[in-house]
Nanobody, 124 residues
Framework: QVQLVESGGGLVQAGGSLRLSCAASGRTFSSLPMGWFRQAPGKEREFVAAISRRGTYTNYADSVKGRFTISRDNAKNTVYLQMNSLKPEDTAVYYC?????????????????WGQGTQVTVSS
């Protein structure tokens, strides 16, 4: 399994921006698709974005399209989530996830490793 550590969460006003980072351990990072999920209080964890192993392909939830951008730097074993035009409804714990295999596209069940999460709070 890949070990994942998220950072970059915090408190921001509506309309602001944050960039989340996820540092991965292990030599297999560049062979795995990566994703971001989030979980708000009282709600189920939901998909946010995913990126293929070389960054060629991306996929986004409709709720974040045009506002969030997922990217990766395989030389640094890091995946990012740039979040712009943040809304109060984006408030959640954000989790980084790594695919269990290299296939793309990837379903939610295809993610096998998870980080501990980072809190993002957007005030109105």
């Amino acid at each position: 399994q890949v070990q994942l550590v998220e950072s970059g969460g915090g408190l921001v006003q509506a309309g602001g921006s944050l960039r989340l980072s996820c540092a991965a351990s292990g030599r297999t990072f560049s062979s795995l698709p990566m994703g971001w999920f989030r979980q708000a209080p009282g709600k189920e964890r939901e998909f946010v974005a995913a990126i293929s192993r070389r960054g060629t392909y991306t996929n986004y939830a409709d709720s974040v399209k045009g506002r969030f951008t997922i990217s990766r730097d395989n030389a640094k074993n890091t995946v990012y989530l740039q979040m712009n035009s943040l809304k109060p409804e984006d408030t959640a714990v954000y989790y980084c996830a790594a695919g269990s295999g290299s296939s793309w596209p990837i379903s939610r069940g295809g993610f096998g490793s998870w980080g501990q999460g980072t809190q993002v709070t957007v005030s109105s």
